[in-house]
């Protein structure tokens, strides 16, 4: 009989006990918490409870009855409701928060540094040395190149806090390399880059990459200058939406208008249809374009013609056209 009383009692225990840590706690109902790398028991309570000692001495039990203390996961982690029991699923299984990322076509790398520095998701100048060094590029790519700079690929990430800086960079290139497997020859994929980054941030329609990689192309092979007003806003450091004769002078291997061919590297970050647009670009005669204000370019086979579609674009729009191929 005494047997039996004390085993009801300690089932009754027990049974209070998974009651208690699969009920969902208001202390656990919503909000971020981080825990540090290298965090203890004690700390990771402290974290998750605050002076709620009930509770905190119900974790701690659990995590050390399950034989979890030495797997829990650092990370920040999404309260939603959660009981003792969900949380410690959620530290062993190390499902952290996730920050979501959306990274456009056309985009200069220290664009991406700063949607990922204000996130906190990384350090900026951390970021900035990696993306500028020659050898970590090399390494990332297997071929040469002067940095990062074209090939974070343009897409929608999820990156969680505590990466490093490196592995979020790894995670941009190693997409770059799956989207554009089997498009890229290591001796040529660095030229094709770059003339992309130049069709991407010229181009405003889609239907127009091709065209607009095919005047590039037709200029490359006469060796005229691409003057490609993308490259010195590139070479002056920020975007603008005219430039000026003092701007078209800046003496920099990026400004296209002082030097022949391909500037060293990519201008921005392309995406797959830029990249395409280079590999298969339009048959045409054209020489030069003109931004006519709307989206769409004039595309001219002649210095005449060229001149007439820009004192055309004047006219429609009362000012220069922001954006034209040949002077």
């Known amino acids: 009989m005494r047997t039996a009383t004390v085993l009801g009692i300690v089932a009754a225990l027990i049974a209070a006990f998974f009651y208690a840590i699969s009920r969902p706690l208001a202390v656990l109902h919503d909000g971020l918490v ?4 290298g965090a203890g028991l004690s700390v990771i309570t402290g974290r998750f409870f605050g002076g709620q000692a009930g509770s905190g001495m119900l974790f701690k039990a659990h995590v050390v009855l399950t034989g979890a203390s030495r797997r829990l996961q650092a990370g920040e982690y999404q309260l939603s409701k959660d009981s003792i029991r969900s949380l410690t699923q959620k530290l062993l299984s190390g499902k952290v928060h996730l920050y979501r990322l959306t990274v456009a076509e056309g985009i200069w790398a220290t664009d991406i540094v700063t949607l990922l520095a204000e996130s906190g998701l990384a350090d900026r100048d ?7 060094d020659p050898a970590f ?3 990332l790519l297997g071929f040469d190149a002067p940095g990062l700079e074209g090939y974070l690929f343009p897409e929608t990430y999820f990156f969680s806090k505590g990466m490093k800086e490196d592995e979020i960079l790894r995670v941009f ?16 994929a660095h030229a094709v880059v770059t003339l992309a980054s130049l069709v991407e941030r010229e181009a405003r329609m889609d239907e127009e990459r091709a065209l607009i990689a095919g005047v590039f192309l ?13 490259t010195v ?3 002056l450091g920020r975007k603008k939406m005219a430039l000026s004769q003092k701007d078209i002078a800046v003496d920099s291997p990026y400004n296209t208008y002082r030097r022949a061919g391909l500037p060293p590297g ?4 392309p995406g797959l249809a830029a990249i395409r647009s280079v590999l298969a670009p339009a048959e045409t005669r054209a020489l030069f374009f003109v931004a006519r204000g709307d989206g769409r370019h004039i595309f001219s086979e002649t210095l005449a013609a060229h001149n007439r579609a820009k004192a055309q674009v004047r006219k429609m729009s009362g000012r220069k056209g922001e954006r034209e191929i040949g002077r």
């Open 34 to 37: 981080e825990i540090p790398p």
């Open 126 to 132: 951390r970021l900035l040395d990696l993306i500028h």
């Open 137 to 139: 590029a090399r390494e």
């Open 173 to 188: 290139v190693r997409r770059f390399r799956e989207k554009t497997g089997g498009l890229l020859e290591s001796d040529t």
């Open 218 to 230: 037709n200029r490359l092979k006469r060796r005229m200058p691409l003057e490609s007003c993308p």
């Open 233 to 235: 806003e590139y070479a």
């Open 266 to 269: 990519p201008v921005a970050n």
